[in-house]
């Protein structure tokens, strides 16, 4: 059963059982399996060396299409694709890529290194979400995975690409509403295993919730003189929560696709704290007159401050936060929306009430 | 310029310009590339037909083998992929597929059925997303697109399953943040556009929000009474949101995979309501003695059921609303966290007032 599987399913197999039970499975294999396999166990998880093929067709420098196109037949019955092949010189090393395709269409006299061309590679010890995002990138159905001498260890092909990135896709998605990949089926999963979960997650967050009572109990008198402004507590924080949420979300979004790197960090909270402060005097705008009609024009002063703070808060954390975890080797899609959301509302409630002692004369 | 792209690439760069000028461009190009174009721009917006490619080789199905590769070589000169073909009958009825590996290494007296296999198919109308799913799926290079009586019109490619995976994350991972996606690099979008598109939502859930005032408003009196009431609302309505964003974004994702259908509707809010209370008295159980000694016991027994209630009530919402969204034709993922939230908010918020009343006898 094993040896069936293409070796670089192999590895991901053997990381999820025992070692007792990798080792005998080993004893298992021909030599040659088990040399491969073990050797792609040697990367590091996540890494692309774990998921790339060495069951591949290298062709040698010198040969001709013909030559070649003989070797890919001969050579190409264990090979997981033949449908891209590295072309490789002398120790291995990657000279250029060229398509089964470019090999049938050309003439069998011309030399390789004519119709190849210039390869695109990555490096085993790549994480294995930017191998795939190459691959995409650059519409390729491969590509050749190369150690740190650019020698030839293996190939990245487009199906590991697909399930790659939907995996990320699961991760990010799952860490966007605070909770875990369920890696299953949804309907397979018990509902205990859905409260496993999620409760941990909720429970952080309700700690760090906690917060938000003891900045209001802090500022009880200030509440007391001024019924009117617990009213608007769960629709400040709300939208501080919502406006840090976006901000999370697309600077999150912008890391994993690579358009925004550590060295940003100042551009994009700039622009970000631009942002929160044109939205809130936005929502402010909007909301002046309603507020004031409703519950006084002094408190609608406050509350179009505590809005426009609020949301320059917000953003600047929906933005800082995320990319100081990438510094410190967190994935930024784990401090996501809710979290920033959880920070935002006690920091949040201290500059409301602090803008209305200040505007009330309290 | 426009005749160099392939038609599906030029179908959808067509559809983004005004149609005088999409007259002009068709006017330019030869009658069959047109005609190609044309026959494009006929399906739906988003469906498999537009991104499908009409540029393929289809194999007769009496043909040997060896004739299959000589037609391959002599017409595959246009074709987006060599890779993957069809097998047609009369009427161009899809009856299997070949890879051309499968060619290159059968004898070429075979008869062309004994080496194609059974075809995975997907129709002109299907959801792109669909398409793309059953590529990733099936780990296949390229899947025929037919119409409704399986007749071959053209192959959806795996690089443009792997684009239209992407268009649909950014913007399912945008409306999770209630924000749009901004279809370019973060960096290069202006800061008034981010603000333009981020305002509407936030607009659009601060109405929701101003809820929450009307309700505190209708409940003054409560909140007079008993000040440590007002205390817990941001960490109740703030834990509410959270629950519900996690069973939004667990069921929003299990039906993007299609792991939750419609007829599971029940099943799933079921098992949500489940889940909500277990968590709900998970969490009630964890706060119940800080919440006492800080405000009081009686305080702790209201904030304990009204945090299994909200719990409750926000997985309720968290699940149905998303699949009633789907049912009514509104993308699950913008129905998603922010606005489950919201939801929750103002309704929470009655409860816990309810049963403040009831326990407190007010």
Redesign the interface.
């Known amino acids: 059963l094993i040896e069936g599987l293409d070796p670089d399913d192999r590895a991901v197999l053997l990381e999820e059982v025992p070692a007792g039970v990798v080792n005998r499975l080993l004893t298992g294999m021909s030599p040659d399996e088990r040399a491969m396999t073990t050797t792609l166990l040697g990367y590091p998880p996540q890494s692309a060396g774990r998921r790339m093929t060495p069951e591949l067709v290298a062709l040698s420098q010198p040969l001709t299409v013909g030559a070649a196109m003989e070797h890919?037949?001969e050579e190409?019955?264990d090979a997981e694709t033949?449908?891209l092949m590295p072309v490789v010189g002398d120790g291995r090393y990657v000279v250029g890529v060229v398509s089964?395709?470019r090999l049938?269409?050309s003439d069998p006299t011309t030399p390789l290194t004519q119709v190849m061309s210039r390869p695109v590679m990555v490096q085993a010890t790549d994480d294995q979400e930017h191998a795939a995002q190459v691959?995409?990138d650059n519409?390729m159905?491969a590509v050749p995975v190369v150690d740190a001498e650019d020698r030839l260890l293996g190939l990245f092909t487009?199906?590991d690409?697909?399930?790659v990135?939907?995996k990320e896709?699961?991760e990010?998605?799952?860490f966007?509403?605070?909770?875990a990949p369920?890696r299953r089926?949804?309907?397979s999963v018990t509902?205990?295993r859905?409260?496993r979960v999620?409760?941990p997650?909720?429970?952080i967050?309700?700690l760090a919730?906690?917060l938000?009572?003891a900045v209001?109990?802090y500022f009880?008198e200030t509440?007391?003189q001024v019924?009117a402004l617990?009213?608007?507590?769960?629709?400040l924080?709300?939208?501080g929560?919502?406006?840090g949420?976006?901000?999370?979300?697309?600077?999150?979004?912008?890391m994993a696709v690579g358009?925004?790197r550590m060295r940003?960090l100042p551009?994009?909270v700039g622009?970000?704290m631009?942002?929160g402060a044109?939205?809130g005097i936005?929502?402010a705008a909007?909301?002046f007159v309603?507020i004031g009609l409703?519950a006084g024009w002094d408190i609608a002063i406050v509350l179009g401050l505590a809005l426009v703070a609020t949301c320059v808060l917000a953003t600047t954390a929906g933005s800082a936060i995320p990319m100081f975890a990438r510094r410190v080797g967190v994935d930024p899609a784990v401090v996501s929306?809710?979290f920033i959301?959880?920070v935002v509302?006690?920091t949040g409630?201290v500059i409301y009430f602090l803008i209305a002692q200040a505007v009330l004369g309290l």
Chains 1, 2 share one sequence.
């Open positions: 890919v037949l190409g019955h033949i449908y089964l395709r049938l269409v691959v995409r519409g159905l487009v199906d690409a697909m399930r990135l939907e896709e699961d990010d998605v799952a966007s509403g605070a909770t369920l089926p949804y309907l509902v205990l859905l409260m999620r409760v997650w909720l429970l967050l309700l919730a906690s938000t009572v209001q109990d009880e509440l007391d019924v617990a009213l608007f507590v769960p629709l924080i709300g939208t929560g919502n406006a949420a976006q901000c999370a979300t697309t600077v999150v979004r912008a358009d925004v940003d551009r994009v622009r970000e631009t942002t044109l939205v936005a929502l909007v909301g309603p409703f929306a809710p959301t959880t509302d006690s409630l």
